[in-house]
């Protein structure tokens, strides 16, 4: 996050829209969970951190009512153009629904915009890897209509839209957890979210001798929000037969004594597994801070590849991509822990390294990887950074 990327969407601004007079640069992070997959729907708890690359917007207000939007990384597609009072039916698939729907919903709650503005985007998230590129797309636009329009709302706020809008105008039902992150983001710490409550701490990440690694699948994945959606739909379906036996308004309420004792209300057996994994992993999450909080780390490992386990069988959100890279960290001394992060399907693994082993690691997987899946693997060293800022 910084300078250069600020330079990248003024040009590309300039280059579209004409000159930079008066335009202002905004940017959100995007995320990585380290534990706590497809639990924030389920009324459980997430340990995710925005981190250090993210998307910028460079914004100027209009004199009439239409939006205008273009993607630096997407040149090709040129001009989006859209009349504010069209946006109900204004949909079209590309990229530009993001910030269309984030409109939407700010216009839905009363915050009207008086005039239009010009919009140019830039991301350095590699695109569909897991990393949470549309929720930081939807986090900066809301961050940057606060700052252009005077909306009285809060970074919490602008989760809560960023989410309203892609369930609603992007038809992705995903829950609180990207938006919650990019826009509540922290240095060098995890947010611990209990997504019953929305109660949240921040929890340092110290990793003393070790290294967050990011690696990307590179997989093309396609089909990931109907087959999230679908697993949406088994949890509630488990949840309501579950509430024929026990008191119980989310799966998160669940410890793992109550939903063992409880399962065979459960009908579809593919929809006990699916429960399973959301009870389960939200334990484990709760565990895993706490270890964490101990110094643990070792303990934090182990839980990270149970949950990876949980998602490769229970949940089916993982793939063989995926398997391959975290089966193969597992086999390297000083890897602590290892799992797939985020929607799934594809995207990318997160994995606690000893610093004696990143090289090991890389040079170790990055060939079974190729030689078994037929094209590379990508390998990121992020940081962990902080929420929205005006640059
Ligand atoms: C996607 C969704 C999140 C969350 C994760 C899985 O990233 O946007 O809300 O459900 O998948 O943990």
Not at 236 to 242: S, V
Request: hydrophobic letters at 40%; glycine letters at 10%; charged letters at 25%.
């Amino acid at each position: 996050m910084g300078q250069e990327g600020k330079n990248i969407v003024l040009e590309g601004f300039a280059k579209q829209f004409g000159d930079t007079e008066g335009v202002r640069v905004f940017f959100a992070p995007g995320r990585v969970n380290l534990i706590g997959e497809h639990t924030d729907y389920n009324g459980g708890h997430v340990f995710p951190c925005a981190l250090d690359i993210g998307t910028y917007a460079a914004v100027r207000k209009r004199e009439d009512r239409l939006l205008r939007f273009c993607s630096v990384n997407i040149p090709k597609a040129g001009i989006t153009e859209v009349a504010i009072d069209d946006l109900d039916k204004a949909r079209t698939g590309q990229w530009a629904d993001y910030p269309k729907g984030v409109v939407w919903a700010f216009e839905g709650r009363g915050f009207k915009l008086d005039q239009g503005f010009d919009m140019a985007i830039y991301g350095d998230i590699p695109n569909g890897a897991g990393l949470s590129s549309s929720a930081a797309l939807e986090v900066v636009t809301g961050f940057a209509l606060r700052a252009l329009y005077g909306f009285d709302v809060t970074n919490q706020d602008l989760a809560f839209i960023g989410q309203y809008s892609e369930n609603n105008y992007n038809g992705m039902n995903c829950g609180i957890m990207d938006q919650f992150a990019s826009a509540m983001g922290k240095k060098d710490h995890a947010i611990f979210l209990d997504t019953n409550t929305m109660k949240f701490e921040y929890a340092p990440i110290v990793l003393d001798g070790m290294k967050l690694l990011i690696t990307n699948t590179n997989k093309k994945h396609s089909l990931v929000d109907s087959e999230y959606n679908a697993r949406r739909e088994q949890c509630a379906r488990a949840l309501k037969d579950l509430q024929t036996r026990v008191k119980v308004g989310s799966l998160g309420e669940l410890s793992i004594e109550e939903f063992e004792a409880a399962k065979d209300a459960i009908t579809d057996p593919v929809c006990v597994r699916r429960a399973r994994h959301a009870v389960y992993e939200n334990q484990r999450t709760i565990e895993a801070v706490k270890a964490l909080a101990d110094g643990n780390v070792e303990r934090f490992g182990e839980l990270m590849n149970q949950s990876h386990v949980s998602l490769r069988d229970d949940y089916e959100t993982s793939c063989p991509e995926a398997d391959i890279l975290a089966e193969e960290a597992w086999k390297i001394p000083g890897v602590v822990g290892s799992r797939i992060t985020g929607g799934g399907f594809g995207g990318c693994t997160v994995s606690i390294v000893k610093d004696e082993a990143v090289d090991t690691f890389v040079e170790t997987i990055g060939p079974i990887y190729k030689e078994k899946v037929g094209y590379e693997a990508s390998f990121y060293r992020l940081g962990i950074g902080d929420g929205p800022v005006e640059l």
